[in-house]
């Protein structure tokens, strides 16, 4: 089965947090969303003191593009180079591919010494697909930008 | 201090057998192989992709042969009992290997001369079979989403694999959409059955399919079980193209380059079948007693029989007004299918374990000789449609029996055998699959089946009276037979009559059976 | 003390996400909005595992997710492909202009 994997992993964690995340969930949260308030307040609290506080004068010179800018050739919203695409997707495969990095870390070190080796090779040879899959799109040109 | 590490690795867990999914691993690392050849080759050299590709899925092969002779007992099961070995799965990778190596033999000359990468689509080629080989020998739904997936994405990409052609585009665009749509109906399935087969004394849910099986009356929520089991069943139907859930099958067979389109028919078919044969016959099993395992029985079984019946008659009927050769044979795949959920559901309702491993041997058997032919089919229509796939129309077969005897001739057969006449393959297949279904009292079911096989008779010889009878205005001159191509059609016009007149052998070697027999819940 | 609310909750929520996402599929045509609907399908289905998973106490739901998650990466990054490619050779992506192909 495939829960017996992370079993270790979960009886060592379960005593800590057994209160905190089944009794009360939102109790828990509460951290989460005072930082959220935070988050929230302090950008815009500047922007709205600033807002009131500044004075209101308009020139034309302060609307370019400050000082040492250059004004802009066309629409920002302008079609996007399809190399963008192409490093995307590369980009998504490999960092998304690195979220078994976690479970794999979790369980790394047991009080089991032999599966912590065994548990290092698995995952060299998981790298060493994904080194090859570099490689091979690295070969293929496609992280050639020009 | 790695390499010490290496040499003196211990596996600490039983269940770690890596012998147990040797097959896989020689596939998917002869994959890896052929990316880094391909990637060094000159481009003089492409040929050697084919050659190692050909090469790893033989010694897949020979693990799988070897596997098999070594097998006695109880199916070895491993990596927590996420991996099982038994005798569908072995027939059904052996089918997997042989359609990959005849699929590299019709397309090692295509791919020279279309100019596509080579070593890419053998590459994926291979990355499919082990995504094949996956879904045949995975224990655990886990096993079978991933296996399904490997497959999928390859395929996606070897349907598009003619990058410059609109048809080749569309035709994988549709199939990425509408299989990953399907996807996702087996996926919200598997979550169904996860959270149902929780247990009332308090147990986690599971996606292990024999644990699915023991739960199915302790589960807590038996209303999720027939909610997931049916998300489950449209997942599956879209993969193996049953009707309703057809609609895709046409158009990206039509669309796809026609070696692909080969392959698709054959392998992600029988595929699918061995997936679906394992989470249904196994996963919801017959049993005698009353209780919501027999009803999810009962439900799956009654509501195969309506996707059957759809299926047959929808594939041949609407095949029947088909001007492409491509398209008409895609309809026909779906007929085809039709055909085989006959002995699945023959193996579903069986109530002993005899009767239910032959009716899987049947199916086994029956998507053997279905890929045989099939991909001689294909082989031929790779020929004749010449470059960028442009002559796949029904015209273009006009008249050309008498000036490409060989060629015409070698499709008669395999339209025949698909039309299912005596002496060949697709008779014996139908046979099998029919005769299983009869045993178990099906017998309105083969009726529709036998008419249905009926109906199929005049697609099928149109194609040859239009080959052979009707005149042809333009020039026309037969195309040139590549070695591989022509190696790839003798071996499955062999196939055809072996498989037809000698089956037994390959039926025996099927349902090989255990020392001991597992029982059947 | 703040009731935990209750997995029935979870499910509906999930199911309502892929229904919005099937309806999606079916209905928009445009690809890119086809594909993130069926991204919204994928999310709904890792939104029931995870439910049970917590709910049950059991870790098997969530590796199940972690699979999901990279498979939809793989699957998003093969469909991007093949959307690029099918835009180099015909400047749209409405699925109704995809119609060299009868139906």
């Known amino acids: ?146 | ?521 | 003390m703040n009731a935990v609310p209750h997995l029935s909750w979870y499910l509906a929520l999930s199911a309502v996400l892929f229904t919005i996402g099937v309806v999606g599929v079916i209905i928009k045509r445009n690809v890119i909005s086809m594909f993130m609907c069926i991204e919204l399908m994928l999310n709904a289905v890792n939104l029931t595992f995870v439910a049970f998973s917590s709910y049950f106490r059991d870790v098997t739901g969530q590796l199940f997710v972690f699979i999901v998650m990279t498979v939809a990466a793989a699957e998003a990054a093969v469909g991007l492909g093949i959307i690029i490619a099918i835009f180099r050779n015909r400047e749209s992506l409405d699925v109704d202009d995809a119609n060299v192909l009868k139906l």
């Not at chain 2, 886990?142 to 349907?159: K, P, R």
């Open chain 2, 1 to 521: 201090m790695f390499l010490s590490l290496a040499f003196q690795i211990a596996i600490p867990d039983p269940n770690v057998n890596v012998g147990l999914i040797l097959p896989e691993l020689i596939v998917g690392g002869v994959g890896v192989i052929v990316m880094l050849v391909d990637a060094f080759a000159r481009p003089t050299q492409r040929w050697i992709t084919g050659g190692l590709s050909l090469a790893g899925l033989g010694a897949a092969a020979a693990a799988s042969v070897w596997m098999w002779l070594n097998w006695a007992g109880n199916p070895p099961r491993g990596f927590h009992d996420m991996i099982v070995l038994d005798e569908l799965r072995l027939s059904f990778t052996l089918i997997f290997l042989f359609v990959s190596a005849l699929t590299i033999l019709i397309s090692m000359v295509w791919v020279e001369n279309e100019k596509l990468p080579a070593g890419e689509f053998h590459s994926l080629l291979l990355f499919a079979t082990t995504g094949m080989m996956l879904m045949a020998s995975g224990n655990d739904l886990v096993i079978i989403f991933l296996g399904l997936e490997i497959l999928s994405i390859a395929t996606y990409v070897m349907a598009g694999f003619r990058r410059t052609d609109l048809r080749s585009n569309e035709s994988s665009l549709k199939y990425f959409i509408l299989g990953s749509f399907s996807s996702a109906f087996l996926l919200y399935g598997i979550a169904l059955i996860y959270g149902a087969t929780t247990t009332t004394t308090g147990f986690p849910g599971t996606t292990n399919i024999t644990a699915i099986a023991a739960r199915l009356d302790i589960a807590r929520y038996p209303a999720l079980l027939f909610a997931g089991a049916a998300m489950m069943l449209v997942g599956f139907g879209f993969k193996i193209a049953t009707a309703p859930f057809h609609v895709w099958t046409p158009d990206v067979y039509e669309g796809a380059p026609t070696p692909v389109t080969a392959f698709m028919a054959a392998g992600p078919k029988a595929a699918g079948f061995a997936s679906f044969l394992r989470v249904f016959i196994f996963g919801f099993p017959f049993v005698a007693a009353a209780g919501w395992a027999a009803k999810a029985n009962a439900a799956w079984v009654s509501a195969m029989i309506v996707l059957a019946i759809i299926t047959m008659t929808v594939g041949n009927i609407v095949a029947i007004v088909q001007n492409n050769v491509k398209r008409m044979l895609a309809y026909s795949s779906i007929a085809h299918a039709g055909y085989a959920l006959v002995g699945f559901i023959a193996a579903g309702a069986a109530t002993d374990l005899d009767t239910r491993n032959s009716a899987l041997a049947a199916v086994a058997f029956y998507m053997l000789t279905y890929s045989v032919m099939n991909l001689g089919a294909f082989a031929i229509v790779t020929l004749i449609a010449r470059r960028n796939d442009r002559r796949t129309e029904v015209e273009d077969y006009n008249g050309i029996g008498f000036r490409a005897p060989a060629l015409s001739f070698t499709l008669s057969i395999f339209l025949l055998s698909l039309l299912g006449l005596p002496l060949t393959a697709g008779f014996m297949g139908k046979v099998m699959v029919f005769s299983v279904a009869l045993k178990e009292g099906f017998y309105a079911l083969v009726v529709v089946a036998v008419l249905n096989t009926a109906v199929s008779a005049y697609y099928y010889l149109r194609l040859i009276i239009v080959m052979f009878f009707r005149e042809r205005t333009t020039p026309w001159s037969a195309p040139r037979v590549p070695a591989s191509v022509a190696l790839a059609i003798i071996i499955t016009v062999i196939g055809v009559f072996y498989l037809g007149l000698f089956p037994n052998k390959v039926i025996d070697a099927f349902q090989k059976k255990p020392v001991t027999a597992q029982a059947l819940r």
């Open chain 1, 1 to 146: 089965m495939l829960g017996a994997i992370l079993l270790q992993a979960t009886e060592t964690t379960a005593t800590t947090t057994a209160a905190q995340s089944v009794g009360a969930p939102v109790t828990a949260y509460w951290p989460v969303m005072i930082f959220f308030l935070v988050a929230i307040i302090f950008p815009v609290l500047p922007i709205v003191l600033g807002r009131f506080l500044r004075p209101m004068k308009y020139l034309k010179a302060k609307m370019r593009p400050y000082e040492c800018g250059i004004d802009p050739e066309t629409e920002a919203h302008d079609r996007f180079t399809v190399r963008y695409y192409i490093v995307a997707m590369l980009f998504l495969i490999f960092d998304v591919e690195t979220i078994f990095l976690l479970p794999w870390a979790i369980i790394f070190m047991g009080d089991d010494f032999s599966f912590t080796k065994f548990a290092l090779i698995e995952m060299f040879v998981f790298i060493a697909i994904l080194i090859v899959g570099y490689y091979y799109a690295w070969r293929k040109g496609a992280l050639e930008w020009a």
